[in-house]
């Protein structure tokens, strides 16, 4: 397959860059600054310099022309303030899901956030995140063109990957290192059984392949 992934220089997405390589697909992965290329390459994707909070839908549009699937895996990320989670997390997610369809890629995957939810309350930026992340998936959902599936993973972390998930419509909250989320996108993107539904994951006791095939009814 070939798949593109916007937000291609973050920590989750550079994990998935070289899991699906080493699978054997031809990976893209959008970036906003040139600089970012070489990490991209070294994950053997192949960058693609455009900035989603000022692109079009026909450029956006146009990366995505000819691809089999897309992950949404951008975001502000830490540090940032209220408004970037809007133009980031919701508006960029919002004009990729627009683009994909588009081009007619069906398989759509999104890294969302577990709490997640465009009524969220409170006025910290983490709140303005959860609400960014909330409303970006509610217009995913409206996508009948699209084959999508969010995954909502708990509190990140850096610790080396397990293998070993909990991946429920509700899991309830806890950690899950990056390897492990970027392995359970790899699988979710060859499992088109799971389109529709919004899964949440953290650190279990259930092998990733065998986590999500329960998810899709296999």
């Known amino acids: 397959m070939r798949i593109v992934i916007a937000g291609g220089h973050g920590r989750i997405a550079l994990r998935l860059e070289r899991l699906l390589t ?3 697909h031809e990976v893209a992965g959008i970036i906003r600054k040139m600089e970012q290329s070489d990490a991209v390459r070294e994950a053997g994707a192949e960058p693609v310099v455009l ?3 000022s692109a079009s839908l026909e450029m956006v549009a146009a990366v995505l022309q000819g691809a089999d699937a897309a992950v949404f895996a951008a975001g502000a990320g830490p540090g940032s303030g209220a408004a970037r989670k809007e133009t980031v997390d919701r508006d960029a997610a919002v004009l990729f899901a ?3 369809e588009r081009a007619g890629v069906r398989r759509f ?4 956030s577990m709490g997640a939810d465009a009524a969220h309350e409170g006025d910290e930026v983490f709140d303005a995140y959860l609400r960014a992340k909330g409303a970006a998936d509610e217009h995913v959902r409206g996508k009948a063109a699209l084959d999508w599936t969010i995954l909502r993973p708990g509190m990140l972390t850096d610790d080396a990957g397990t293998g070993l998930v909990r991946l429920e419509a509700s899991t309830g909250r806890g950690p899950i290192p ?3 989320v970027a392995a359970l996108l790899a699988e979710l993107l060859d499992t088109p059984a799971t ?3 919004t899964l949440e994951a953290v650190s279990g006791d259930t ?3 065998v986590a ?3 998810v899709a009814g296999n």
């Open 178 to 180: 990056r390897d492990d």
């Open 212 to 214: 999500v095939r329960a």
């Open 98 to 100: 627009d683009a994909a």
């Open 51 to 53: 900035d989603m909070e």
């Open 195 to 197: 389109a529709g539904l």
């Open 207 to 209: 092998p990733v392949s």
């Open 109 to 112: 995957v999104v890294v969302s």
């Open 22 to 24: 080493a699978g054997g």
